[in-house]
């Protein structure tokens, strides 16, 4: 079955410094989507790249997604206190309306 | 927020008795859903529903089982609970238009003894 992975697990920054998390699907994907699930929270929609190469900006993040529509990249610049979290990508292989998660990665931001 | 409600919000069970969660909305979207999440394993789709009485398997479906007699409430019963049911429990709704975003509820937190 479809596999999405994520790395890195867990990352910890400084107050300021960028962060990236990186997603691999063992398939192509028709979109991609990323949520972000605060401490004791539930996970929160923040955005759905369909085109291959499409690139999102939402103020400090940056979405991308690969050229082969196998790959999606989040980046966040200038870490804040408030990005602290875990970031999770979920890809669509089409078919409608089943996702498979990737695995997480859980951002720590040190003052 | 969407109008998602779980409940319980925790629950405390014996192994080998059955428990009921609930999960309710208000958006009248057509698509339900049931994951589980575990530490390193992110989440995991255990049931879908793509309108009442309209179900399917997820990729962790064993020892689970769903039911949705109305649009608003979908139902996920483990029959005999287990310790490796032991875990955090969200539901998610969807609609119908092309993005299919997914918005959660609070989740359960589930805990087999």
């Known amino acids: 079955g479809q596999q999405v992975m994520q790395i890195p697990q867990y990352q910890h920054v400084q107050e300021g410094e960028d962060f990236t998390t990186y997603c691999n699907s063992s398939?192509?994907?028709?979109?991609i989507q990323w949520y972000k699930q605060r401490p004791g929270g539930h996970p929160v929609f923040l955005i759905q790249?369909?085109?291959?190469?499409e690139v999102k900006k939402q103020k400090r993040l940056t979405f991308q997604f690969g050229e082969a529509k196998k790959n999606s990249s989040l980046h966040i610049t200038a870490t804040q206190t408030t990005d602290v979290g875990t970031y999770f990508c979920?890809?669509?292989?089409?078919?409608?309306?089943?996702?498979?998660f990737g695995t997480g990665t859980q951002l720590k931001v040190e003052l | 927020d969407a109008g998602i409600t779980q409940s319980p919000r925790h629950k405390v069970t014996e192994t080998g008795t059955p428990v009921t969660l609930r999960c309710h909305q208000t958006?009248?979207?057509?698509?339900m859903y049931w994951y589980r999440q575990d530490p390193g394993h992110g989440l995991r789709l255990i049931h879908y529903?793509?309108?009442?009485?309209?179900?399917d398997k997820g990729e962790v479906s064993d020892g689970y089982s769903v039911s949705r007699s109305k649009t608003e409430d979908f139902l996920l019963t483990l029959e005999s609970a287990t310790s490796s049911q032991t875990s955090v429990y969200f539901c998610?709704?969807?609609?119908?238009?092309?993005?299919?975003?997914?918005?959660f509820g609070p989740g359960t937190r589930l805990t087999v003894t």
């Open positions: 998610a709704i969807s609609g119908v238009d092309s993005s299919y975003e997914q918005y």
């Open positions: 398939t192509t994907l028709s979109n």
């Open positions: 790249l369909v085109k291959s190469g």
């Open positions: 979920a890809g669509n292989t089409g078919g409608g309306n089943k996702l498979t």
């Open positions: 958006e009248n979207h057509r698509y």
């Open positions: 529903s793509y309108g009442v009485k309209d179900t």
